[in-house]
């Protein structure tokens, strides 16, 4: 008799319960058709609830024609007894959320292997469409051979309209997860949440209720959960609608800077889990591919291992090295982590190879302002190559977001922000415009020479001085600079220095407001003008876009150089840059949707 209650649908023999929710349990059962590896996952939804039970059919439908290594595969459904039934591959192991209750601590390849598994899987399905909107490390689990799956499309939303809301702040169906729920996903869904923010914009608020969930809304939820792994942390202060109230009030956002949690993290690394994190959805990527290919990035900055070979190696959950509770990092603002050496670009003539040890590539990202780096206006036959500084890492004072290793997007930092105060500097009036300027390392003997300074470029650099561009556009769209050089048949080359894994996580969208900086460089060689280009462009623009890519496969340089060369040339805009003493900076007017320009700095 006990058998027969634990037979479902004529052939699966309940063994265990595995899991329970609000609106059902999972069930670890054994296909009786099959001898073997016959077990199965069962999920019973109450069908006491008309919208439930529409839900689990729904989900059944979206899941039963999905296949796809990261993907469980759903097998069958039925109903018995008043309740629905949705039958899955079974998937042994323990989930993250699981591994971190016991303590697991992940290394950073390991957690870029879970986040490639996972954007795959999300990549997939935004294609037809369909959104999880329910990614936590709950819902990833790692069976015993390493593979990553991404479980439990409860919440997941097909093609079908998305359900609206009864009321303004009424209540839904589907639930969410605090702290891995983007903005969007929670005001359509808890009503309490309008509570919170009462005191906001109710204008506003409501027209961000109207939004719907979409692919951004898994970004986010990823990034949430990539930021847990990373740092052990889950913060409840920094939950999406504690987030937006400090930040639509102008207050420091309360999620703190992943490296000052994981020092071990790079700033490219943090850069994209923070941009994924970003309250607003057109702030964050927009696809998973985009993200997928940051955090790729991000990897080859730092780590001298081929991306390849990274991405196979499996995640394994090891004992947690102590049975104590995990540990809990003290979070110290005054005492940062201490900035990693970085890349410094010089322009110099006929460098001979470093060493080995000393090579290092430098893959790049997308672009749409370009600045063009001409070597040796006054110096034919300077060949610009790349070279690692020979000394410590140039800083700017302890002010700067760039010795704290704050990376672009950040919140709390103020590296892409025009003013230390967390708000993004204001527009110039008048039309598009994008100022830049300098920040100057004087250099004597190879070593630095007092504090670096501030500078609009328009002066004359001595050679060895070490430099970094500051660049705020007015306006949303794509930046991308190129430095020009001269190869040995003194031909023009150009490298790309903006966006890199370090800059901007490697990608060319940038904030209207926002400050962005290149990495460092140097003057170099025969005295004579650098000339940078520089590219904006309101949408993605094609050319500048597929030598980023080429770029990024060879190590900066752009093979392609004759394509990109004709786009600059026909598309250099003729006006000069405008000189603000008082500020320091430059302005530029961008002419309609896109703009090229040429920037040059001189040296002797």
């Known amino acids: 008799m006990q058998q027969n209650e634990n037979l479902k649908d004529g052939r699966y023999l309940i063994r265990e319960q ?81 591994a971190l209750v016991k303590g697991r601590k992940f290394t950073i390849d390991e957690v870029l292997r879970i986040a490639d598994a996972v954007l795959d899987a999300l990549e997939y399905l935004h294609t037809f469409p369909i959104y999880h909107r329910d990614v936590k490390p709950h819902n990833i689990k790692v069976d015993e051979r390493g593979r990553i799956f991404l479980l439990d499309f409860g919440t997941a939303k ?17 639930g969410y997860t605090p702290f891995y729920a983007p903005l969007e996903q929670v005001l359509r869904v808890d009503p309490n949440s309008f509570l919170l923010l009462n005191s906001l914009d109710q204008e506003k608020l409501r027209d961000f209720a109207e939004r719907k969930t979409d692919a951004r809304s898994d970004i986010y939820a990823l990034g949430a959960t990539l930021y847990h792994l990373l740092t052990g942390f889950s913060p409840e202060q920094a939950t999406a609608t504690v987030r937006v109230h400090a930040v639509w009030s102008n ?161 709390g930092g103020d590296r892409n922000a025009a003013n230390s105060n967390g708000k993004a500097a204001p527009a110039a009036t008048g039309g598009r415009t994008l100022e830049y300027s300098l920040t100057v390392q004087k250099m004597r003997d190879g070593r630095k020479y007092q504090e670096p300074f501030e500078s609009s470029g328009q002066e004359i650099f001595e050679n060895g001085y070490q430099f970094l561009m500051n660049l705020t556009p007015s306006e949303n769209g794509f930046l991308y600079i190129f430095a020009e050089g001269l190869d040995d048949k003194n031909e023009k080359v150009f490298n790309l220095i903006f966006p890199t894994p370090k800059q901007n996580g490697g990608v060319a969208d940038v904030t209207g407001g926002r400050k962005y900086e290149t990495g460092w460089n140097e003057f170099g060689g025969q005295a004579g003008t650098e000339n940078f280009w520089v590219v904006w462009s309101k949408d993605k623009p094609e050319t500048p876009e597929k030598a980023r890519e080429n770029a990024f496969s060879n190590g900066g340089r752009v093979t392609d150089r004759d394509r990109l060369r004709d786009f600059l040339e026909k598309g250099k805009s003729p006006k000069t840059a405008v000189k603000d003493a008082d500020k320091k900076l430059s302005r530029l007017e961008l002419d309609g949707d896109s703009a090229v320009y040429l920037i040059r700095l001189e040296h002797r």
């Open 18 to 98: 595995i899991g329970s929710g609000g609106f059902g349990a999972v069930f670890l059962a054994e296909d009786t058709r099959f001898s073997g590896n016959n077990r199965v996952a069962i999920k019973q939804i109450d069908a006491a609830n008309e919208r439930v039970a529409r839900t689990s059919r729904v989900e059944a439908d979206l899941l039963y024609n999905l296949s796809h290594p990261n993907l469980p595969k759903v097998t069958n459904c039925f109903q018995e007894n008043g309740a629905s039934f949705i039958v899955m591959d079974y998937i042994s192991g323990e989930d993250l959320a699981q």
């Open 158 to 174: 097909g093609t079908l309209e998305e359900e609206k809301t009864l009321a303004f702040g009424g209540q839904s169906i589907t």
């Open 251 to 411: 207050k420091p956002d309360p999620l703190p800077n992943l490296l000052t949690l994981n020092r071990e993290a790079t700033p490219a690394l943090a850069n994209a889990v923070h941009r994924a994190l970003e309250v607003m959805p057109e702030h964050r990527f927009q696809t998973a591919r985009e993200f997928r290919e940051a955090l790729k990035m991000s990897q080859m900055a730092s780590v001298p291992t081929k991306a390849t070979e990274i991405v196979a190696a499996p995640v394994r959950f090891e004992p947690a090295p102590t049975r104590h509770a995990p540990q809990i990092i003290e979070i110290k603002p005054e005492a940062p982590p201490p900035a990693p050496v970085s890349e410094v670009h010089r322009f110099v003539p006929e460098i001979p190879p470093p060493p080995v040890e000393e090579r290092k590539k430098l893959p790049f990202a997308a672009l749409t302002v370009v600045l063009l780096l001409v070597l040796g206006a006054a110096g034919a036959g300077l060949v610009w190559k790349f070279a690692l500084p020979k000394d410590e890492t140039v800083k700017t004072d302890a002010n700067r977001a760039d010795a704290a290793n704050v990376p672009a997007n950040a919140p």
